[in-house]
């Protein structure tokens, strides 16, 4: 390195480096003299390309470095960086020779204290806020008693305990635990993958889907908490169809996962009792409903009873109300015989009067008057007159038939003459005849083709001669393309 500031003499005889030479040196001495730095200062811009790395800023009042984060590296911190956080940056000061400048490649970035992530909570809360995550019109009812509980916590400790043992003591329920890690990097993906698991579920299948989730861990610092204070968690949970109770830290911890939850309870025994009911309450209150409610029916009976008694006094008695019905059906049981016998006397007059005008004698002159009046009836009806009536409009017959023929052959014959002397006219003025006499119809495409320039177009031509079709070049055209011979080519087609 002495020998690149060397101050030479005067002469030409100084020493010439590259780019490439020099940048590297630059290089070498930065690294050999800082090496492993930690830096605390405000992040400014992050940017996230596809490949996975992270580039951001770290800035105080006065100055700025560029500073990259690896994507293997980046997949493991617990803490991602966004802008205006103040972060404390572990890493090595290194140059970037493509750009002749010096950065800093982090191999580990914490919250600069509890002030920093208190800072980045509020950021977070009064984003999600702004969208409406938070907001009552989206929290729903939870299940007045749940057949399945699905508990999102660690499969050890004491939390996961507490719960089952408080569901026990209230009202036992089938319980469906996804174990997760409740602190540390892993702690967010985690619940994510548990609340969205749930979810998918299929209500009644193998694996029955829970009727209420309940997200908890025990207390801790703002640290050990962090996971439930994750964006992605919030969104999670914010879009669990399964209503959500979180129960994360003790009562006075509060985490963005209590914001977006259906219900927060203070612990996580508080959060068993807040899913479930008491079975013993329950049983006591339906007891007490049983109670009333046969208190109610025999009042109402009694009452119903009493008041029936009531109208039963205010009613006459029943002889009473059948007395005069009795005395008129012995009237009109004694007045029926002889009503019956006045009946018979006068249908049998009517008998008699009608039967007076139906004698033998009479029936016999009325057949005879009838008959004499047919045998008159056929002796003016004259046989042979309607034979010949009919003989004469049968020769009539013949003679229209015969000239309505003649009429019709005649009619034929003129239609067939002018039909023959169209068909000559239409072979007059149809092309065909002038092929007959040397010219061709140039199809193309199925088109008639009129100009050279649309024939030089043409994929194939085709010429038409007075006895066929030949193609040159191409392929056959389509059916559909094709036109009828009988179709006459447009003026100027013929050659």
């Known amino acids: 390195m002495s020998d690149l500031i060397e101050d030479d003499a005067k002469g030409d005889n100084a020493p010439e480096f590259s780019v490439t030479e020099l940048s590297g040196a630059i290089k070498r001495v930065i690294e050999g003299e800082f090496g492993h730095v930690r830096l605390r200062g405000e992040i400014g811009r992050v940017a996230r390309p596809r490949s996975g790395h992270l580039y951001l800023d770290l800035k105080d009042d006065r100055s700025v470095i560029a500073g990259v984060i690896w994507k293997g590296v980046a997949a493991r911190l617990t803490t991602q960086p966004e802008e205006g956080m103040e972060v404390i940056a572990t890493g090595r000061i290194t140059t970037f020779g493509g750009q002749s400048k010096y950065q800093i490649v982090i191999e580990d970035i914490q919250p600069a204290g509890q002030g920093a992530l208190m800072a980045m909570l509020e950021k977070r809360k009064k984003k999600l806020a702004a969208e409406g995550l938070f907001e009552d019109a989206y929290k729903r009812e939870l299940p007045f008693l749940p057949d399945v509980i699905g508990v999102v916590t660690s499969p050890s400790g004491a939390v996961i305990r507490d719960i089952l043992h408080r569901l026990r003591e209230r009202f036992p329920r089938k319980v469906l635990i996804w174990p997760v890690a ?23 299948g193998a694996v029955p889907r829970p009727d209420v989730l309940i997200v908890a861990r ?20 914010f879009a669990s169809e399964i209503p959500l ?11 963005l996962i ?6 927060r309870a203070p612990t996580p025994s508080a959060a068993a009792e807040i899913a479930v009911p008491v079975r013993m309450d329950l049983l006591a209150w339906v007891d007490g409903q049983s109670s009333r409610l046969v208190r109610a029916l025999t009042g109402l009976v009694s009452q119903r009873g009493q008041r029936l008694r009531d109208l039963s006094r205010a009613m006459p008695r029943a002889e009473r109300l059948l ?17 019956l016998v006045r009946s018979v006397q006068l249908r049998r007059v009517r008998l008699s009067d009608s039967a007076g005008g139906l004698r033998p004698g009479l029936l016999r002159r009325a057949v005879q008057s009838d008959a004499r009046r047919l045998r008159d009836t056929a002796a003016r009806m004259n046989l042979h007159a309607l034979r ?27 239609w067939r003459k002018r039909l023959d002397a169209t068909e000559r006219l239409r072979e007059t003025l149809g092309y065909e005849a002038t092929l007959a006499r040397g010219y061709v119809v140039v199809w193309g495409d199925g088109q008639v083709q009129t100009r050279k320039a649309s024939a030089e ?31 006459p080519p447009e003026q100027g087609s013929l050659l």
Do not use: Y
């Not at 025990?218 to 949970?237: H, P, Y």
């Not at 007395?323 to 009503?339: E, I």
């Not at 009539?396 to 034929?412: E, Y």
């Open 245 to 255: 109770i979180s129960a994360v830290g003790h009562e006075t911890d509060t985490t």
């Open 388 to 414: 010949a009536d009919l003989r004469r409009r049968n020769t009539d017959l013949d003679k229209i038939s015969r000239r309505f023929h003649a009429a019709a052959q005649r009619q034929t014959e003129d």
């Open 258 to 263: 209590d914001f977006v939850s259906d219900r």
């Open 323 to 339: 007395d005069g019905p009795r005395q008129r059906l012995d009237t009109w049981a004694d007045r029926l015989p002889a009503a």
């Open 457 to 487: 177009k043409a994929s194939m031509l085709e010429l038409q001669f007075a006895d066929g079709r030949m193609r040159i070049g191409g392929r056959a055209p389509s059916r559909k393309a094709k036109r009828s011979d009988d179709t």
């Open 218 to 237: 025990g207390g801790g610092s703002i640290e050990d908490l962090w996971g439930f204070n994750e964006e992605e968690v919030a969104r999670a949970a």
């Open 182 to 204: 409740v602190q540390g990097a892993a702690c967010a993906p985690e619940v994510v993958r548990a609340i969205r698991g749930f979810n998918a579920l299929t209500p009644g």
